[in-house]
């Protein structure tokens, strides 16, 4: 018994040791995998393959590829048994009239409406396959526009951290002051207020990160608190392109625009398969008959329909083709007319937010920083108050954060450029 309980204490030992290094190795993978850099290429090529919205917008595509074939072919010839008697009792064979065999039917659509129709069924695939890539774009777009967003809350956060540190030695600073009858109560009061101030901010970014990131799983099939590592800062090239160029460019590679048009191709196609409607449709029949001790019997059939009723049928669905069409024609200019808005609005964005961004960084920031240091060796030795001081402490910290919101605004610009485009705008993160 005393062998028995040592061994059952010994095999306690190792199961909690080895629980214990499992552990340790779940905690240091997982902290990798925190730590690790956030690339904006690995996050399109995980949406690209994952995203359930592009993963749904490929299979509309199939589905209407394998509409083509459908809407050329023929449909199903129909298979008949007649019988036919001559009398209460059996009669095949006794009775010349009697009969009993097999027929077959087949429907022959007007020549060229079957050809229509499988070209507006390839027209509607085109036109599934142009949501496919705007859906692609725009995935894309949405996916790098957060990403940059996690990179000013980022950099936002690391600059609210960095003011913390100043602030907290300046309200040290005035607290020494005052202890010493050398400053006034309201100077640390002041200080201790915009410490809060502060603290909220970071609170707030915090909260931000932990919002944006949940976006960022979600496009990519993730749990909404799976663990992602920083982004990395991209300084994105200024485009070389003209205003004009870049709306040469949508105009020529916009999937809403090649969407647009091929609805209007399909309507087009609609449109001659309704004119052609009004002309008949053939059926062809062939059946063979067996009258026992008579001869058999051989049956070839041609039937058409007749476009009676032309005004209240085929009429009616000409003019509402005709208007399908004019609809279709005048929804592609409204899409044209859009995206050169579009163009035309993030070309001005993306010039203005580039040209403030500069100013900030090389204009405003340097005398945001050369103001702040003088006024705090001023303030050390009592020639400056400590609400100068103060003020140009939050005048540096807006100025860092308005750089940052300016590269923010010029990057989510050139991603919805890119979008609308289809050229290549943001650099890469590698």
């Known amino acids: 018994m005393f062998f028995v309980h040592r061994l059952h204490v010994s095999l306690r030992r190792v199961l909690t040791f080895l629980l214990t290094v499992l552990l340790i190795g779940i905690s240091v993978t997982a902290f990798a995998q925190t730590t690790e850099p956030l690339r904006l290429e690995n996050l399109l090529h995980q949406a690209l393959t994952l995203n359930p919205e592009i993963a749904a917008a490929e299979q509309a595509v199939r589905s209407a590829r394998s509409r083509i074939p459908q809407a050329g072919a023929l449909s199903d010839p129909m298979l008949s048994f007649r019988i036919q008697n001559i009398g209460e009792s059996q009669s095949v064979g006794e009775e010349e009239m009697s009969m009993a065999g097999l027929s077959i039917s087949q429907i022959i659509p007007f020549p060229g409406k079957r050809s229509l129709s499988e070209a507006a069924a390839l027209e509607e695939s085109r036109q599934t396959e142009a949501m496919l890539e705007e859906t692609r774009r725009r995935v894309l777009a949405e996916l790098k526009r957060l990403y940059f967003e996690l990179a000013l809350v980022k950099r936002s956060e690391a600059i609210v951290d960095e003011i913390q540190k100043l602030l907290k030695t300046l309200t040290e600073t005035a607290q020494a002051r005052y202890s010493v009858g050398e400053g006034i109560q309201q100077d640390v009061l002041r200080a201790q207020t915009e410490l809060i101030r502060l603290t909220d901010r970071r609170i707030r970014l915090d909260q931000e990160e932990k919002k944006v990131k949940a976006a960022i799983n979600a496009v990519i099939l993730r749990p909404p608190d799976a663990s992602l590592g920083d982004p990395i800062p991209i300084r994105s090239p200024k485009p070389a392109l003209p205003e004009d160029l870049f709306e040469s460019a949508a105009t020529a590679q916009s999937p809403m625009i090649r969407g647009s048009d091929r609805t209007v191709a399909a309507k087009e196609r609609m449109l001659q398969m309704a004119r052609r409607d009004r002309l008949p449709d053939f059926e062809l029949s062939l059946g063979y008959f067996d009258r026992g001790r008579f001869e058999s019997v051989y049956e070839a059939m041609v039937s058409l329909n007749?476009?009676?009723?032309?005004?209240?049928?085929?009429?009616?669905?000409?003019?509402?083709?005709?208007?399908?069409?004019?609809?279709?024609?005048?929804?592609?200019?409204?899409?044209?007319?859009?995206?050169?808005?579009?163009?035309?609005?993030?070309?001005?964005?993306?010039?203005?937010?580039?040209?403030?961004?500069?100013?900030?960084?090389?204009?405003?920031?340097?005398?945001?920083r050369l103001s702040f240091e003088s006024a705090k060796a001023g303030y050390e030795v009592g020639k400056v108050d400590f609400l100068t001081l103060l003020s140009n402490l939050t005048a540096l910290f807006e100025d860092e954060i308005g750089a940052e919101e300016m590269r923010f605004r010029y990057q989510k610009a050139l991603a919805e450029m890119e979008e609308l485009t289809g050229l290549d705008l943001i650099g890469s993160n590698n």
């Open 306 to 368: 007749l476009p009676l009723y032309y005004r209240s049928r085929q009429g009616a669905r000409i003019r509402e083709s005709e208007a399908d069409l004019a609809g279709a024609r005048e929804s592609l200019k409204q899409t044209r007319q859009r995206i050169q808005l579009q163009v035309s609005d993030l070309y001005r964005e993306i010039t203005t937010s580039d040209r403030l961004r500069t100013l900030i960084e090389q204009g405003l920031l340097p005398q945001a």
